[in-house]
Each structure stands twice: as structure tokens, then as C-alpha cells.
């Protein structure tokens, strides 16, 4: 049973415009939900992360939204950037290190 | 920021070979992880590893695979023997302590191939 899961599976915006990626969750004890950002031929790295007991998180362009009764996420980028393409995966975990990832989302922004 | 280093970045190997694959973490980290993702596609974690012994493992983590850091030198990933689906990258991972919120961070792979 997959415990992250995020859609769409690709997504595709004009730079400048805000791209909207969507992750929901199945297991309530998740209390942590990093997101990480990974380019072609590199590990993923974290970019911005979010704890239950917060419903927004905000760091320069990029926001986090949680909802924690939908147990649903997302996050914006808000003034896409070419350099922005990449494959961000939400994550999640509990009270230990260990993280499940979803499938990720492939972002491609066309200057 | 902290970098982990995965040695070598491709190793491509026949079917039943034993393969090690390195990993120099964090110098001052403590916690050790591997990943396995096929295609680009999801990570799926395999194993922590914390002061010489594997604290959990999923059910990815095969009898053919082990895990050691000998002397605090590199944390590997040893598969004897190798299997056709053993092709992915592997991603290793490190962080200071163990707790959820705690960042992990991660090599950039080693792409292994099994013929």
C-alpha cells in the first residue's frame, strides 16, 4: 500500500506562472512532511518542509499548504523558474527517521 | 551544505556477481540510510544503520543485501549475490540524530546495472 502519493504525475507551466503540486497521505501518525527537490543525476535535497501541527509554511517562493483532517498537501511555486525543473517528491514520516517518499512529480518550466 | 559522497556514480555488473557500493556520509552524522529508486521513479527505503548495527529494514532489504561501516570509514552496500532486479539507483543518506523532523541528506547515487 503506497502511503504518499502525488499528483499530477508531471506538470508543465510558463515561467512566472505559479505551479501547484498536490500530495495527499494515508497514515495519521505522519507528523513530518518534507518535500525534496531532485535534478537529473543528482540525490534528492530537501527544499522546504512542514510539521502537522502547522497549516502553511512559506520560505521565499516556495509554500507549503496542509490540511490535516483531508490529510492532503501541497505546494506552490509561486514565479516559476526554468531552473525550477525538476522531480519534487513529498514525503512523510513519523517519529522516526524513516521517510516514504511518493512517486514524485516531474516539473517543467518553459521560459 | 553537508555533502555524502557515493562511490562510484554507475557500476554495471553480471548476474550473480557480488557488488559493494560506498558511501562517505556526513563526517560528524551518525545515522545511515540507504534507498533504492527505479526510473527516476519513487525511493523506497531499504535499511538505518546506527553505531555498527541495522535498526530497521524493509522488506526491499533482501538476505543478499548487508550493510557495515568497518572503523567509521565508508557505510556500504554489499549484494551477493546479484539479481536482474537489483537495477536501480542506489541513494545513501545520512543525518545527525534520529527524530522525524530531522533532514536527511542524500548522495547523488550510484546507478547500478545487473546484466
Known amino acids: 500500500q503506497q502511503q504518499v502519493r502525488q499528483s499530477p504525475q508531471s506538470l508543465t507551466v510558463w515561467e512566472g506562472e505559479t505551479a501547484i503540486l498536490n500530495c495527499s497521505y494515508e497514515n495519521s501518525a505522519f507528523d513530518y512532511f518534507p518535500w525534496y527537490q531532485q535534478f537529473p543525476g543528482e540525490g534528492p535535497a530537501l527544499l522546504i518542509s512542514?510539521?502537522?501541527?502547522?497549516n502553511k509554511k512559506e520560505d521565499g517562493r516556495f509554500t507549503i499548504f496542509f490540511n490535516k483532517r483531508e490529510k492532503k498537501l501541497s505546494l506552490h511555486i509561486a514565479d516559476s523558474q526554468p531552473g525550477d525543473s525538476a522531480t519534487y517528491f513529498c514525503?512523510?514520516?513519523?517519529?522516526?527517521?524513516?521517510?516514504?517518499f511518493g512517486d514524485g512529480t516531474q516539473l517543467v518550466v518553459k521560459p | 551544505g553537508p555533502k555524502v559522497l557515493q562511490i562510484p556514480s554507475h557500476q554495471i555488473i553480471d548476474m550473480g556477481q557480488m557488488v559493494t557500493l560506498n558511501c562517505d556520509p556526513v563526517?560528524?552524522?551518525?545515522?545511515f540510510y540507504w534507498y533504492k529508486q527505479i526510473l527516476g521513479q519513487q525511493m523506497e527505503f531499504l535499511v538505518n544503520?546506527?553505531?555498527?548495527?541495522?535498526?530497521?529494514k524493509s522488506k526491499l532489504f533482501k538476505d543478499q543485501f548487508s550493510v557495515e561501516r568497518p572503523d567509521g570509514s565508508y557505510f556500504t552496500l554489499k549484494i551477493q549475490p546479484t539479481a536482474l532486479e537489483d537495477s536501480a539507483v542506489y541513494f545513501c543518506a545520512s543525518s545527525l540524530r534520529l527524530g522525524a523532523a530531522e533532514t536527511l541528506y542524500f548522495g547523488s547515487g550510484t546507478r547500478l546495472t545487473v546484466l
Open positions: 514525503a512523510a514520516s513519523a517519529d522516526n527517521n524513516r521517510i516514504f
Open positions: 563526517s560528524n552524522h551518525l545515522y
Open positions: 544503520f546506527y553505531n555498527g548495527k541495522v535498526m530497521e
Open positions: 512542514i510539521l502537522s501541527v502547522s
